[in-house]
């Protein structure tokens, strides 16, 4: 069974950094592509980015091309979200999410899901 587990949420001020972190188990990391999204509250959830199996494809919201970085440790079986210069508009729940049918497509699809974590950018 595949299990996503992310971490490193938290309250932070306007213009901080914050690095979220997702360890994956049951399968190997090698396998999948992995992706990160939010849901602000009373709002629809929405892609933030995605990264390829190996590591070396990744693709953007808009609004997280230029402050958002994805990274993974494969041995790790941990993937990364490092959040630059967040602004309050920031503020939801961040999940991670694991696609093992096609790890190097190009696509906002995953079978597998993590609970999440609450990420809060307030004064």
């Known amino acids: 069974q595949v299990q996503l587990v992310e971490s490193g949420g938290g309250l932070v001020q306007p213009g901080d950094s914050l690095t979220l972190s997702c360890v994956v188990s049951?399968?190997?990391?090698?396998?999948?592509?992995m992706g990160w999204f939010r849901q602000a509250p009373g709002k629809d959830r929405e892609f933030v980015g995605r990264?390829?199996?190996?590591?070396?494809?990744?693709y953007y919201a808009d609004f997280a091309n230029d402050r958002f970085t994805l990274s993974r440790d494969n041995g790790r079986n941990t993937v990364y979200l490092q959040m630059m210069k967040l602004k309050p508009e920031g503020t939801a729940v961040y999940y991670c999410?694991?696609?093992?049918?096609?790890?190097?497509?190009?696509?906002?699809?995953?079978?597998?899901w993590g609970q999440g974590t609450q990420v809060t950018v307030s004064a």
């Open positions: 990264i390829s199996a190996s590591g070396e494809g990744r």
């Open positions: 049951g399968r190997t990391l090698t396998l999948a592509a």
């Open positions: 999410a694991a696609d093992f049918d096609a790890p190097y497509a190009a696509r906002r699809y995953f079978e597998y």
